[in-house]
């Protein structure tokens, strides 16, 4: 008999999330993959600012949490301080595509030997349902509430397509959470990112296409037909760089 | 009697101000003198003018910052220019007649034109006019005593060029008896 | 007593960082403290352990200090002053976490991106805590490359002992000058620090690294207990230097290189038959109010020298309750003032006094 048990890795704190947001469940990969690289002793996490930022709260882990945007920045002086811990982030799209777009490209320029979780739901969840970075084109928000004017508020940031033209960045793929087999090539990318980090590969992240049924305004179901529908076309799933796999290749 | 000197330093970026300025420093130093050095710093460091304000003194030094110099020395007209009137009365002005063209316009002070540039060319050391005029100022103004230079100057020669030790000394040498 | 070395300021505090045991700078180059960022580029690659990384921005090199302090070890970074306006955020936060770690500011004449002079006009934003919150850092004033150097060693102590952040606030004159230099800096202290993120090793709860506390009553609690600490430094950790002060009717206060200036000038009313003498805060804070407010029994006036448009004015004023006349004696925007500005405010204090 299978047991569907809880990550050691989660604390039994409750989440916050909304109903339907899939935070939890990247959560969840995030922890199990902690727990079958038997990694929890000596990893130390790194919180946003946005929905995430009680992330501190989930993780078994050692926690720390950072200013809007600087997660990378933080991220890379705990790395730095003692190379031996397995350090990572868990972001959101405001706070790496947007408030920290420098700490963003320049951990990955500097190869940085940390993990990056990159959660994507096109909208600033915490603050209320603003615009976001990643907001599509046409998307109705708050602060776009006759849908996002290209020619006034310009176009989406595609943060795996961007990093993957940076040298330093090892490892970058896009995945999403919005049905079981994706879910689990979200889980296998994942556990490569922090793989790739144990083995002092660099800098690796990977996008996830999350959900925000609360500020799309749609029921939790719908929300998945909607990021399938409108994300995935715009932000294409895949792995976009990978320097080891090129190198094999060659 | 406790003795103070304020020593201006003033010339090109380039023609060594800082480099001479530290060594006399060091020189105090050695001799167990307090002693400060203050470099202007900034954009006009690249090509403009360069100067730095050494103190070497019995006694512990309040303001480093020097408005009245006990010692000037020109080693280009601006500076001559810019600083002619802040010498102390009674102050001491040394400055490079290869590269100045006029003469001191005051009379309270003494004043020693040492074609430095000129001296430096000849003896085939062209970039050390600096240490030339150091020895001229050595000669004449009682800041530092001329003895036991290449200990001072081995702070300020770094080791890659040890080759120049001896190319300093001659230079000071030269200052000091011209 | 070690041998005394001719050193720069900016290369004293980077020097005596490394012998605290500081093995961690992050740093992005402003004129004119760059000396600190180039000292530690050439010296920490050589050294165990030793990290230097030159951030993309202040706000990287803050937070990169922010990871660093969390992990228990010692960290610092280096600016000046519209380079620490950008890092007090990241101030905030480490205040906010009760994280030790060491900020250097050699100030520059401001605002805005001002010039690259010297200037003691961060006095407010040092002592007030530069960033949002209830805050302070210890603040400590150097007025030799000497004291560049033990203030910095000094700093690291007390940023561990009391667990926040420290400053010097430097100036650029502080910066770029060199003076003899005694490396002799004494005991490294060493606290226990069971906060640190280590890694659980699956031996222990979690550490939580954290300044958000959505419950105002649980962060009303952490202000207070953290004024609690900031009360005991006050009572124990103020410093200053008094001079010629035994005897004085003028008193002048200043700090950093406005009081070596100010030195030539007490010494100068001092000839003139003026009795003048010197209060040099070391802590700007904790400000050292006692002496002040036993000063202002004895004196006839204050004379604040300042390189600003008159910040620590106020700190005098309100350490002295008002009870004697305090003028301020000033220049801005990156100049110095001359002995004799300051004689003449002296002279002129003197007269008052009088009345």
């Given at each position: 008999m299978v047991v569907f048990d809880k990550p050691h890795a989660l604390t039994d704190a409750p989440l916050h999330y909304c109903p339907g947001c899939t935070h939890g469940i990247i959560h969840r990969l995030v922890a199990e993959v902690m727990d079958e690289l038997g990694i929890e002793g000596k990893a130390i996490g790194v919180a946003p600012v946005g929905c995430s930022v009680m992330a501190y709260n989930y993780f078994g882990c050692d926690m720390i949490q950072a200013a809007h945007g600087r997660a990378p920045a933080v991220a890379t002086g705990i790395k730095r301080a003692d190379p031996s811990k397995v350090v990572f982030t868990y972001q959101g799209d405001g706070d790496l595509a947007a408030i920290g777009t420098a700490e963003t490209v320049h951990s990955a320029a500097r190869r940085e030997n940390i993990t990056v979780i990159f959660v994507n739901n096109a909208i600033y969840g915490m603050t209320g349902g603003q615009m976001a970075p990643t907001t599509l084109?046409?998307?109705?928000?708050?602060?776009?509430?006759?849908?996002?004017?290209?020619?006034?508020?310009?176009?989406?940031?595609?943060?795996?397509?961007?990093?993957?033209?940076?040298?330093?960045?090892?490892?970058?793929?896009?995945?999403?959470?919005?049905?079981v087999k994706n879910i689990n090539k979200a889980k296998k990318a994942i556990k490569k990112a922090f793989q790739n980090q144990i083995d002092g590969k660099g800098f690796s992240l990977v996008e996830v296409l999350s959900t925000c049924p609360t500020n799309w305004g749609v029921t939790p179901e719908?929300?998945?037909?909607?990021?399938?529908?409108n994300m995935m076309p715009y932000y294409p799933l895949g792995v976009y760089k990978d320097i080891y796999a090129e190198e094999e290749t060659k | 009697?406790?003795?103070?000197?304020?020593?201006?330093?003033?010339?090109?970026?380039?023609?060594?101000?800082?480099?001479?300025?530290?060594?006399?420093?060091?020189?105090?130093?050695?001799?167990?003198?307090?002693?400060?050095?203050?470099?202007?710093?900034?954009?006009?460091?690249?090509?403009?003018?360069?100067?730095?304000?050494?103190?070497?003194?019995?006694?512990?030094?309040?303001?480093?910052?020097?408005?009245?110099?006990?010692?000037?020395?020109?080693?280009?007209?601006?500076?001559?220019?810019?600083?002619?009137?802040?010498?102390?009365?009674?102050?001491?002005?040394?400055?490079?007649?290869?590269?100045?063209?006029r003469k001191v316009e005051?009379?309270?002070?003494?004043?020693?034109?040492?074609?430095?540039?000129?001296?430096?060319?000849?003896?085939?050391?062209?970039?050390?006019?600096?240490?030339?005029?150091?020895?001229k100022l050595m000669k004449e103004c009682d800041a530092v005593s001329y003895d036991n230079l290449r200990e001072a100057l081995a702070h300020v020669v770094s080791a890659r060029h040890q080759d120049m030790m001896d190319i300093n000394l001659g230079a000071i040498e030269i200052g000091y008896n011209a | 007593m070690a041998e005394k070395v001719l050193m720069k300021?900016?290369?004293?505090?980077?020097?005596?960082?490394?012998m605290a045991g500081c093995r961690h700078y992050f740093g992005y180059p402003i004129t004119p403290q760059t000396e600190v960022a180039a000292y530690m580029a050439k010296r920490m690659p050589k050294i165990e352990g030793g990290v230097f990384l030159q951030a993309e921005s202040e706000i990287a090199a803050i937070n990169m200090v922010y990871g660093v302090a969390a992990t228990g070890k010692r960290v610092m970074t280096s600016s000046s002053s519209p380079g620490i306006s950008l890092k007090s955020e990241g101030i905030s936060y480490i205040a906010g976490c009760d994280l030790p770690?060491?900020?250097?500011?050699?100030?520059?004449?401001?605002?805005?991106?001002?010039?690259?002079?010297?200037?003691?006009?961060?006095?407010?934003?040092?002592?007030?805590?530069?960033?949002?919150?209830?805050?302070?850092?210890?603040?400590?004033?150097?007025?030799?490359?000497?004291?560049?150097?033990?203030?910095?060693?000094?700093?690291?102590?007390?940023?561990?002992?009391?667990?926040?952040?420290?400053?010097?606030l430097a100036d650029g004159t502080m910066g770029q000058m060199m003076e003899p230099v005694s490396l002799d800096m004494g005991e490294v202290e060493t606290y226990e620090k069971p906060w640190a993120l280590t890694g659980t090793n699956m031996e222990r709860e979690?550490?939580?690294?954290?300044?958000?506390?959505?419950?105002?009553?649980?962060?009303?609690?952490?202000?207070?207990?953290?004024?609690?600490?900031y009360k005991a430094i006050e009572e124990n950790e103020a410093l200053c230097e008094e001079f010629m002060m035994e005897d004085a009717e003028i008193c002048v206060a200043a700090f950093g290189i406005a009081s070596r200036v100010s030195k030539n000038a007490?010494?100068?009313?001092?000839?003139?038959?003026?009795?003048?003498?010197?209060?040099?805060?070391?802590?700007?804070?904790?400000?050292?109010?006692?002496?002040?407010?036993?000063?202002?029994?004895?004196?006839?006036?204050?004379?604040?020298?300042?390189?600003?448009?008159?910040?620590?004015?106020?700190?005098?004023?309100?350490?002295?309750?008002?009870?004697?006349?305090?003028?301020?004696?000033?220049?801005?925007?990156?100049m110095i003032p001359s002995p004799d500005q300051v004689l003449n405010a002296i002279i002129e204090a003197n007269k008052g006094g009088d009345k």
């Open positions: 084109p046409g998307q109705v928000t708050q602060t776009s509430p006759y849908g996002r004017d290209v020619n006034v508020a310009g176009y989406p940031v595609k943060v795996a397509e961007l990093l993957s033209n940076v040298d330093g960045a090892a490892y970058i793929e896009r995945v999403a959470v919005n049905n719908k929300a998945l037909t909607w990021l399938e529908e | 009697m406790s003795k103070s000197s304020s020593i201006l330093f003033a010339g090109f970026g380039g023609q060594g101000v800082l480099f001479v300025g530290k060594f006399l420093a060091y020189k105090g130093l050695d001799e167990g003198k307090q002693v400060s050095w203050l470099p202007s710093y900034g954009p006009e460091m690249r090509g403009g003018t360069a100067n730095c304000s050494v103190i070497i003194s019995d006694d512990p030094i309040g303001s480093p910052i020097i408005d009245e110099p006990d010692i000037l020395v020109a080693m280009n007209l601006p500076s001559l220019d810019k600083y002619e009137a802040s010498v102390k009365k009674g102050g001491k002005i040394i400055l490079d007649s290869s590269l100045i063209g005051r009379d309270d002070v003494e004043v020693f034109y040492l074609p430095a540039t000129q001296l430096a060319n000849d003896n085939n050391i062209p970039k050390l006019a600096n240490m030339i005029i150091a020895g | 300021g900016n290369e004293a505090i980077a020097e005596a960082a490394i770690a060491l900020i250097v500011n050699v100030q520059r004449g401001g605002p805005g991106l001002g010039g690259i002079q010297p200037s003691q006009s961060d006095y407010f934003q040092a002592t007030r805590g530069s960033g949002h919150g209830d805050y302070h850092l210890i603040v400590l004033a150097p007025a030799s490359v000497q004291e560049m150097a033990s203030l910095t060693f000094k700093a690291f102590n007390l940023a561990d002992k009391y667990r926040m952040p420290t400053m010097i979690h550490n939580i690294v954290n300044s958000l506390s959505l419950v105002p009553e649980e962060l009303e609690k952490f202000n207070f207990e953290r004024f609690e600490k007490v010494l100068e009313a001092r000839k003139q038959g003026i009795k003048a003498g010197l209060i040099r805060p070391i802590t700007l804070w904790p400000f050292p109010k006692k002496a002040f407010r036993a000063a202002a029994d004895k004196v006839k006036a204050f004379v604040s020298v300042e390189m600003s448009m008159g910040q620590m004015i106020e700190d005098v004023k309100l350490a002295t309750e008002c009870k004697k006349p305090v003028s301020l004696c000033n220049r801005a925007g990156g």
